[in-house]
């Protein structure tokens, strides 16, 4: 089993940076592919990026492709995603979801555990 807390959510100005975190606790953790979703006011949960478990494979929405990075540290059972330019069309709460075999898929089924999410705003 594989629980998850993100951090680094926050407020910013459009073209500027977040770093989000994902810290995961469980042995299975270097096992599992990682992603993260995001959720916006009204809208369903859209795909944004996902990590093979060891990092070899990344995918991207074409929404953020070219502005954010995603990267993992196994040693520290941590997941990133780096965020530039940032618009205010990513304003979402961001949801980090770990599954084991799930390759880099875009499909929420395929992830079994999912954070609490932390809260991505930028203003225009």
């Known amino acids: 089993q594989v629980q998850l807390v993100e951090f680094g959510g926050g407020l910013v100005q459009a073209g500027g940076s977040l770093r989000l975190s994902c810290v995961a606790s469980?042995?299975?953790?270097?096992?599992?592919?990682i992603a993260w979703f995001r959720q916006a006011p009204g809208k369903a949960r859209e795909f944004v990026s996902a990590i093979t478990s060891t990092g070899t494979r990344t995918d991207y929405s074409d929404s953020v492709n070219g502005r954010f990075t995603i990267s993992r540290d196994n040693g520290k059972n941590t997941v990133f995603l780096q965020m530039n330019s940032l618009k205010p069309e990513d304003t979402a709460i961001y949801y980090c979801a770990a599954g084991e075999g799930a390759g880099s898929s875009s499909w929420k089924g395929a992830y079994n555990y999912w954070g609490q999410g932390t809260q991505v705003t930028v203003s225009s």
């Open positions: 469980g042995r299975t953790f270097s096992w599992s592919a």
